[in-house]
């Protein structure tokens, strides 16, 4: 019996080494997913927190850019107004030019003319002039008649 007591004895602390090796097998394991677990939570609000400032960046960006575009579509509106009343200036102009432009061509057409007319009234009075020489000739080699003085 003493043996049997001995035997129990010995069963008895290899199951308590057993249960204190599988409690401390079980701390450590629970000690390290819990270590591991807490620094991955860690590692993840840190992450978050990036994610939060870098967030807070592309809202200022977002924000900045949508002032300059705003600054931009006033600057393109004015262009496209200035553009506008350029156009209709310059329609005015084209009108006007073209107007110039029959005025000149009604000019020149009639200085042609007038020009045609100058030429034939020249070409007249030479001929006049021609036949008031000729007939002067033709006077002067007539014998003059005389008239009778009583």
């Known amino acids: 019996m003493l043996n049997e007591v001995v035997r129990q004895a010995e069963d008895l602390r290899k199951a308590n080494l057993s249960l204190s090796e599988d409690v401390a097998a079980d701390r450590s394991g629970f000690y ?4 591991a677990a807490i620094a991955a939570l860690l ?7 990036d994610l939060r400032i870098l967030l807070a960046r592309v809202i ?7 002032s300059i575009t705003e600054k931009q579509r006033v600057r ?16 005015k102009e084209v009108e006007g030019l073209r107007e110039m432009t029959e005025g000149l061509f009604k000019v020149r057409v009639a200085e042609r003319d007038a020009e045609r007319n100058r030429q034939e009234y020249i070409r007249r009075i030479a001929e006049l002039e021609q036949r008031i020489l000729y007939l002067k000739e033709k006077l002067d080699k007539q014998p003059t008649r005389r008239t009778r003085t009583k």
């Open 76 to 91: 393109v509106q004015g262009y496209e107004k200035d553009l506008g009343e350029s156009r209709t200036k310059t329609a």
């Open 60 to 66: 200022v960006q977002y924000t900045d850019q949508a």
């Open 32 to 35: 390290k997913r819990h270590t």
């Open 43 to 49: 590692e993840r609000a840190e992450q978050v927190d």
